[in-house]
């Protein structure tokens, strides 16, 4: 289209924070359509399957296997938020984008964007991608009563190398491991290390020794002791916050909301990054094939409507059943969810579910074919 992009990021030196996120078959389509499909493949790992047990009985409470869509059926991948961000770090630089560091953006006034610095440009089309606290998204909601620590750390043996694995007791604890591949130009294999917390009990546990925290994380997961060894202090982990939250309108007369600062949700679902690319693609789609502005910001509302719908009400429904103090969810999620989830049609919905597919975003925005076989 010729036009020229700006990109700009309040840190000095661009990088991500946060350790893995699971791609799913449709965000990996997107990443296909510009070109950078193949080189988040070669960094990541395939997740085949998202597996759970609840403690102290072992019962498997959580079972959804990507090839229940079929054989052939394309499956996740397990990145680095690290490896994510170069793959489109170097596509926005291939492309030609300009990037600019160290550019807080707090605002926007009459159409202008406002710096930290106190300066203020203007722009055709502003694109506020600045997560769930974006200054230009209103007020940032309020976070959920359950966040987590994240870590990224090496690869052990003893764990499935294809597979999101969790253990649960009820569902106020909850610990997980995840393969994530390897970042840009380094050779060790990661997982990424996650524990559910209340944000209520995150300063009494930053006041008690680590070892204490690890001592009730081995309890819940004795499998997890090599990977527990690799954290040494308080500081080796990533405190997550989430919230839930969908503005009525991505668009206003100033600038076209994306992601999470469009729409925001817990990560059970694992659609986070997911859900921002195919927001991108549908942005890029409506800017293609309408003939003005206006036409096309409306088209893009009305590509991402129903899918987002759809997901953010099943991550409102699903997330009580893994995070919150009810013992009655949990009860629910083990004796009665659970069965159900193994009985047909159950595990092909759910795979198709967790693989983002559901409301056919892709068919809606209108992507081309595929250009790899999975």
Known sequence: MGAKV???????TPRPLGSGIILQPVGLRV??????GEAIRGLGAPIRRLFGRAEPHGNVVLDVRYAARGKTAPCGLGVHRGALFQVLYDAARAAGAEIESGREVLGIRDGRLIFADG????????????????PLSGAPPSPLPFGALWASLDAVAGFDGAALEQRYRQARKMVGVMPIGRLKGETREQVAFFWSLRHADRAAWRAAPIEAWKDEAFALWPQTAPLLKQIHSHDDLVFATYAHRTLRNPVSRECVHVGDSWHCASPQLGQG????LLD???????????SNLDAALGEYARLRSLHIALYQAASWMFTPAYQSDSAAFAFVRDWIMSPLSR??????????LVAGEIGAPLKTIGARPRRRSE
């Open 119 to 134: 300066v203020s440009a203007s722009f055709d089309l502003i694109i506020d991608a600045l997560g769930m606290r974006s």
């Open 6 to 12: 700006v990109i700009f990021d309040k840190l000095e």
């Open 280 to 290: 991108a693609l549908a942005l890029a789609r409506a800017l293609e094939t309408q």
């Open 31 to 36: 990443l296909d359509e510009i070109g950078a």
């Open 343 to 352: 009985t047909p049609p159950a595990p092909q919905i759910l795979a198709a």
């Open 273 to 276: 990054a997911n859900m921002a």
